[in-house]
């Protein structure tokens, strides 16, 4: 059980909230405000009880250094539209300008620190700067699942420092998916997309064994194809990942989970990209031509599949779904994912953001989380410290 926040007295005190406002910016705006919206339920907890609300964030992938169009100053606006009260944006995280803006707040102010990965000691845990993040609050709250599976100063090691309890985002994220986790209805798929097997590996090997079979597309498709031999043309390739692709295959086989691999491709001509497209069978791609998306025949599988799972699991989109007609597989999957039975875990990102457009939000079997990274490793069975440290007892 994780403390909540009816464990913590927030009442008229300095609450610091990890929140996870990692949104998409567009000339300066924001083009996605889901995760704003998402932690507005533990925000007006706390305004309800009349608490002083210190929210930190990060944005984009800084460095360590300050990046100007980084800054969270549309964050702050938008989130001041949202709860219809004013929230305060500083230009800093610690020190003497913060200490003393954090001192003239009252019950129910809101302040925003600056981005707080301009400071490189955020994503090294650096102990100092927990501490100094720490000295701005009377307790602390993380409310970032998005980030649960990086254990940072602002996730992890400020919790040790002042009594903490998990946000209701948080929260109802560990308790939708320990469902997965902790006792999966069978059959189990996971579908697995996106660009590279890089990024989707350490989910493959968390999973094998714990699923019954994988539904694989997009480019991480191809490298697993070219990896049994398959002439996949001019698509997408992790080439240095060949071998762990070898292996993540005989693994599979080893522990019985089914790795369904694309049969047919939608693929445009490399000289002419979106211009000219056909179907050609995944295993005999001809030089020249980059698959784009699954064809009809791997869509018609897929469907097949999903029609008898219980659980199903989908991180990565299945082709270049921004771009029609190559949407087609990831949108015609989820389709036919809204319409079954199963209880389905969306991970956050670019497969949130192509099923949500498509209206299957409001879908009572589908479960869109706010992670991506954190997601997956949670529902594989690994330990997040940023959670772990949230535990009773």
């Keep these: 059980m994780l403390r909540g926040l009816r464990d913590l007295d927030v009442a008229r005190r300095r609450v610091l909230v990890r929140v996870d406002y990692n949104v998409?910016?567009?000339?300066?705006?924001?083009?996605?405000?889901?995760r704003l919206r998402e932690s507005l339920p533990t925000l007006e907890h706390l305004l309800q009880h009349h608490a002083k609300i210190i929210l930190v964030s990060h944005l984009g992938r800084p460095g360590g250094k300050v990046v100007p169009e980084l800054r969270l100053?549309?964050?702050?606006?938008?989130?001041?539209?949202?709860?219809?009260?004013?929230?305060?944006?500083?230009?800093?995280?610690?020190?003497?300008?913060?200490?003393?803006?954090?001192?003239?707040?009252?019950?129910?102010?809101?302040?925003?620190?600056?981005?707080?990965?301009?400071?490189?000691?955020?994503?090294?845990n650096d102990e100092n700067f927990a501490k100094e993040l720490a000295r701005l609050a009377d307790c602390y709250v993380n409310d970032a699942f998005g980030t649960a599976h990086r254990a940072h100063a602002s996730t992890y090691g400020v919790a040790k420092f002042l009594p903490s309890a998990a946000g209701l985002l948080l929260e109802r994220e560990v308790t939708m998916l320990s469902r997965v986790r902790e006792n999966p209805q069978r059959p189990f798929l996971a579908i697995v997309g996106g660009a590279k097997l890089k990024d989707k590996i350490g989910v493959l090997q968390d999973f094998i064994g714990k699923v019954d079979a994988f539904l694989i597309g997009g480019g991480v498709a191809f490298t697993l194809l070219k990896a049994q031999g398959a002439r996949v043309g001019s698509s997408l390739v992790d080439e240095k990942m060949l071998d762990e692709a070898h292996r993540c295959l005989k693994t599979a086989r080893e522990h019985g989970t089914?790795?369904?691999?694309?049969?047919?491709?939608?693929?445009?001509?490399?000289?002419?990209?979106?211009?000219?497209?056909?179907?050609?069978?995944?295993?005999?791609?001809?030089?020249?031509?980059?698959?784009w998306d699954i064809g009809p025949q791997t869509i018609q599988l897929f469907q097949e599949q999903v029609v008898r799972a219980q659980t199903i699991v989908w991180a990565g989109p299945l082709g270049k779904f921004e771009q029609?007609?190559?949407?087609?597989?990831?949108?015609?999957?989820?389709?036919?994912?809204?319409?079954?039975?199963?209880?389905?875990?969306?991970?956050?990102?670019?497969?949130?953001?192509?099923?949500?457009?498509?209206?299957?939000?409001?879908?009572?079997?589908?479960?869109?989380?706010?992670?991506?990274?954190?997601?997956?490793?949670?529902?594989?069975?690994?330990?997040?410290?940023?959670?772990?440290?949230?535990?009773?007892?």
């Excluded at 705006?29 to 889901?34: A, E, G, K, Q």
């Excluded at 457009?357 to 330990?383: D, H």
Aim: with cysteine; aromatic share 6%; hydrophobic share 40%.
């Design 24 to 34: 998409p910016l567009k000339d300066g705006r924001i083009t996605d405000d889901t």
């Design 73 to 124: 100053d549309p964050i702050a606006q938008r989130l001041q539209e949202l709860l219809r009260r004013p929230v305060t944006k500083l230009n800093d995280c610690i020190g003497p300008s913060v200490q003393s803006a954090i001192a003239q707040m009252h019950p129910g102010d809101i302040v925003l620190l600056e981005n707080v990965r301009f400071y490189p000691e955020e994503e090294a």
């Design 258 to 291: 089914e790795m369904v691999l694309p049969q047919d491709v939608r693929a445009v001509r490399e000289s002419a990209v979106g211009a000219e497209h056909t179907i050609f069978p995944a295993r005999e791609i001809p030089d020249g031509w980059q698959g």
């Design 324 to 393: 029609p007609p190559f949407d087609t597989g990831t949108r015609e999957v989820a389709q036919a994912i809204a319409r079954s039975g199963a209880f389905a875990v969306i991970g956050g990102g670019d497969t949130a953001a192509a099923l949500q457009r498509e209206g299957l939000a409001g879908a009572q079997n589908i479960y869109f989380s706010t992670g991506g990274g954190a997601t997956l490793e949670f529902i594989g069975g690994r330990k997040l410290l940023p959670i772990e440290i949230l535990r009773k007892g």
